[in-house]
């Protein structure tokens, strides 16, 4: 799917005639006041808490090679991809790739030991009933999570057949703040990006979903500040109404 920045960026360097500058304008309008479509979910920190068992899982790695880690070091781990968890865990120190594949290797171990004991009780707050909710209002439902172990934690929370399109990290090669993974779910969800709203704990994940003109809904922590809206107390309070006529406030202030 051709993006509204990939378009953008294969614009001729010369200025646009009157004619093509009236165009521009009315597709980014039109693009403006596309419907919303699509609801698509980021999954660690917004379905469901693992960013704990990621933490934990790179902590003791971490301390298994006495490498300091805090919690608030975890924080910069975020929505981050396995490898460029790892590199940020490293802050400077080298390894070689079979040393590098090995870590990896040890800690979605020991993430994987956290997530036998998931259940369905195990979903945030407030997700299933704001899930349905969505359903009923007619949207389409998607996640879009970097992470390789995102069907084996929905199938544990019970939750996959809720989703009409599943993109994790097996998805696209390029990792959030790419926007590869949005475009290949709108692609899936045969919709525009320009009409889905992202869920996200995750700085990356926000302005990723932002590159190609999704509305975008941060959860949670600050660093989510930037997205549309923010809603701190994560899915718990939100209501599907209130978040669609907000967003289509959004829409007009930047028309
Ligand atoms: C993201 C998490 O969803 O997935 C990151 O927020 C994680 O913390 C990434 O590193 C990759 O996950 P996994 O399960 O493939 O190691
Ligand atoms: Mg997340």
Not at 9 to 34: F, G, N, V, W, Y
Not at 86 to 105: F, I, K, V
Not at 197 to 204: H, M, N, S, T
Not at 226 to 248: F, M, Q, Y
């Given at each position: 799917?051709?993006?509204?920045?990939?378009?953008?960026?294969?614009?001729?360097?010369?200025?646009?005639?009157?004619?093509?500058?009236?165009?521009?304008?009315?597709?980014?309008?039109?693009?403006?006041?596309?419907?919303?479509?699509?609801?698509?979910?980021?999954?660690d920190g917004v379905i469901t808490n693992t960013a704990e068992y990621h933490f934990r899982a790179w902590k003791r790695l971490a301390e298994e090679n006495r490498i300091p880690f805090t919690r608030a070091d975890n924080e910069a781990l975020r929505g981050v991809s396995r490898r460029e968890s790892?590199?940020?865990?490293?802050?400077?120190?080298?390894?070689?790739?079979?040393?590098?594949?090995?870590?990896?290797?040890?800690?979605n171990s020991y993430y994987q030991q956290h997530l036998q004991g998931l259940t369905p009780a195990d979903a945030l707050p407030g997700?299933?009933?704001?899930?349905?909710?969505?359903?009923?209002?007619?949207?389409?439902l998607a996640i879009a999570s970097a992470s390789r172990n995102a069907r084996f934690v929905l199938n544990r929370l019970e939750l996959?057949?809720?989703?009409?399109?599943?993109?994790?990290?097996?998805?696209?090669s390029e990792p959030k703040p790419s926007p590869d993974l949005f475009i290949w779910v709108a692609d899936q969800l045969r919709i525009?990006?320009?009409?889905?709203?992202?869920?996200?704990?995750?700085?990356?994940?926000?302005?990723?979903a932002k590159l190609v003109g999704c509305l975008t809904v941060g959860i949670g922590n600050a660093k989510v500040?930037?997205?549309?809206?923010?809603?701190?107390?994560?899915?718990?309070?939100?209501?599907?109404?209130?978040?669609?006529?907000?967003?289509?406030?959004?829409r007009s202030n930047r028309e």
């Open positions: 799917m051709t993006s509204a920045v990939g378009s953008a960026k294969t614009a001729p360097a010369d200025l646009p005639s009157a004619t093509d500058s009236d165009s521009l304008t009315r597709s980014i309008r039109e693009k403006l006041a596309m419907p919303i479509h699509a609801f698509v979910f980021d999954l790892l590199r940020r865990l490293l802050n400077g120190r080298d390894l070689t790739e079979e040393q590098a594949q090995d870590w990896m290797a040890r800690k997700v299933t009933a704001f899930l349905a909710a969505a359903r009923s209002r007619g949207l389409k996959t057949q809720r989703f009409d399109v599943i993109g994790d990290g097996h998805s696209v525009a990006p320009e009409s889905a709203v992202v869920f996200e704990d995750a700085e990356a994940g926000v302005d990723a500040g930037h997205a549309d809206i923010h809603l701190p107390d994560g899915l718990k309070t939100a209501r599907v109404d209130r978040i669609l006529t907000r967003l289509e406030a959004v």
